[in-house]
């Protein structure tokens, strides 16, 4: 996958040359000032008569493109990009407005763009400078990214790809600052844009074998320590409800455990989880036709996974972190398991299965259990779980569930910080009841009725060191594309994964 390079800098405003210049244009507001009146003098003051006109109104994702009379200049396209109110500028409409420039820059076949990121968000704060330049950064990267290895026809191939996006640091602003903003930003773009390829592959390419050798590649590249059980390793650590999800396919189980040694040694690490079931057919329990290929996105916790610890290893944070992910495929046949089965777990726990579909936290189940041998601090997993988060937020937020009111807060502040939001439900014990059952000592499904916090009661059952639990089921992929993302792969919780743990290893 070619991606473009972003570049940081600060260039006079007479100095500029670009085949396309990006300024962000606010709603309401009339004549050009600062940077934007120097550049629209060389435009013989275009820009001010399209804002004049109300041709153009600054709404987000509104853009007009402006050709200046004298392209020799050194300026051939001036791009105005809607970035809504101006009191109301914040990172989230920096995002969207990069991300708009490089749709349009795509459409029109053109390679190399600049963007002027205009008044910075609370500008008045160093930090503040820097999170604008990550998160225009990660836009540019996250918009550009496609999957085009399966396309083999000339008509599906873009105009042109986007060689270089450069960023035009304010005129107070270090470009430093930027430099340093843009180096952070490209590496956890990036670790998306991974997770994203390893989602968006097929499923008959994407299987544990093959998580497991994308793992231990990473690890010889980046230093990491990767350790890949095979069936019979399993087997020897009692992964049992790993086994049991795994019984319906002729693709072995893997697990994986990828260790990041960053901090101190012997402190207790952080520890991220995520499922990789490649493919969920819903096995016996089978789902309906309609949409079961999007089935192929439920490994997306473990592509984030393995996305964060790829990210994490190039910042080189100074902090001890554990990956881990238990992949299997979720398969009907005449060896797979069944409702009314009474299975066993790494735990010891048995497990009444009422519905093989609900196999996503039967895997979860021995890897949390698993991962108690490392004295965890703190431990995080995502998993696309329940139709039910989806019904229940949508979209638009990552359904979050814990046993630690402060490892909830941090994780939901750091989703808040890179655009990937999450949202508490309850594990109240009301709920724990819907789990019993008559033979076993619990069962894997908790009937309708909250569906996706019974999925996390079932989990929490594994733990015993703080832990969050992100349902993404409505967050990893998506029909529709936004500004930043195409449709399809989000590479969602990635960034959350780095962001979270960068603070921890801050503090
Ligand atoms: N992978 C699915 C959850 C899912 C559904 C993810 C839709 C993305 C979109 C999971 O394994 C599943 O099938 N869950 C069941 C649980 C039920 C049987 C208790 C569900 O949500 O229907
Ligand atoms: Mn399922
Ligand atoms: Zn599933």
């Known amino acids: 996958m070619a991606e473009p390079t972003i570049t ?19 709603e309401g507001e009339g004549e050009p000032t600062g940077f934007v009146a120097a550049i629209d003098a060389r435009c013989g ?3 001010g008569r399209v804002v004049q006109s109300g041709d153009f109104g600054g709404r987000p994702e509104e853009a007009l493109v402006l050709y200046p009379a004298d392209p020799r200049e050194g300026i051939q396209r001036v791009l105005l990009v809607g970035a809504g109110k101006r009191a109301e500028y914040n990172v989230t409409r920096l ?51 496609d999957f085009r290895e399966l396309k083999s026809t000339a008509a599906d191939a873009p105009r042109a790809t986007l060689t270089r996006v450069g ?111 490649t493919f969920d057919s819903g096995g016996i329990s089978i789902k309906p036709a309609e949409r079961m290929e999007d089935m192929k996105y439920d490994m997306s916790g473990a592509a984030a996974v393995l996305g964060a610890l790829r990210g994490i290893a190039e910042l080189r944070l100074p902090i001890n972190v554990v990956g881990v992910v238990p992949a299997a495929e979720n398969l009907p046949s005449g060896t797979a398991y069944k409702p009314g089965d ?16 609900a196999e996503g936290r039967l895997i979860l189940a021995d890897a949390l259990s698993y991962v108690r041998r490392y004295h965890p601090a703190a431990v995080v997993n995502a998993a ?17 569930m814990g046993n630690d009111t402060g490892l909830m807060e941090e994780v939901q502040s750091a989703g808040a910080r890179v ?69 399809g792969a989000t590479g969602v919780p990635t960034r959350l994964f780095i962001e979270w743990v960068r603070a921890r290893a801050e503090a």
């Open 384 to 400: 696309t779980l329940t139709g039910a988060c989806v019904i229940a937020l949508g979209h638009h937020a990552i359904g979050l």
């Open 45 to 47: 003051g275009a820009l």
């Open 342 to 357: 009474v299975i066993g777990s790494h735990l010891g726990k048995h497990i009444e299965i009422v519905n093989t579909d």
């Open 95 to 145: 995002r969207r407005a990069v991300g708009t420039a490089v749709r349009v820059a795509e459409r029109m076949g053109i390679a190399e763009l600049d963007i002027s990121l205009g008044p910075l968000p609370r500008a008045s704060e160093a930090e503040d400078a820097f999170e604008a330049g990550v998160a225009a950064t990660e836009a540019a990267l996250l918009a550009a990214w």
């Open 167 to 277: 960023l035009l640091a304010p005129e107070d602003r270090e470009a430093g600052e930027f430099q340093r903003a843009v180096a952070h930003g490209s590496i956890t773009a990036r670790a998306a844009n991974l997770a994203r390829e390893l989602q968006t592959r097929p499923g008959n390419q994407v299987t544990p074998a093959y998580l497991g050798e994308r793992a231990a590649e990473m690890g010889r590249e980046l230093g990491l320590e990767v350790t890949v059980l095979d069936r019979a390793a399993i087997e020897r650590e009692g992964m049992k409800a790993l086994l049991a999800v795994a019984s319906g396919s002729a693709q072995e189980p893997r697990f994986i455990v990828i260790e990041y040694h960053g901090g101190t040694v012997g402190a207790a690490p952080v520890v991220l989880v995520g499922k990789g079931v």
């Open 8 to 26: 940081a800098a600060r260039i006079a405003a007479d100095q500029l040359a670009t085949p396309l210049l990006v300024l962000p244009g606010f």
């Open 419 to 487: 655009g990937e939001r999450c949202w508490p439900m309850p594990l109240w014990d009301e709920y724990r009841p819907q789990l019993d059952s008559n033979v076993a000592d619990l069962k894997n499904a908790g009937g309708r009725p909250a569906g996706a916090i019974t999925a996390g009661w079932f989990l929490k059952e594994f733990v015993d060191y703080p832990w969050v639990h992100l349902d993404i089921a409505g967050t990893a992929y998506t029909d529709e594309a936004a500004p930043y993302l195409r449709k």
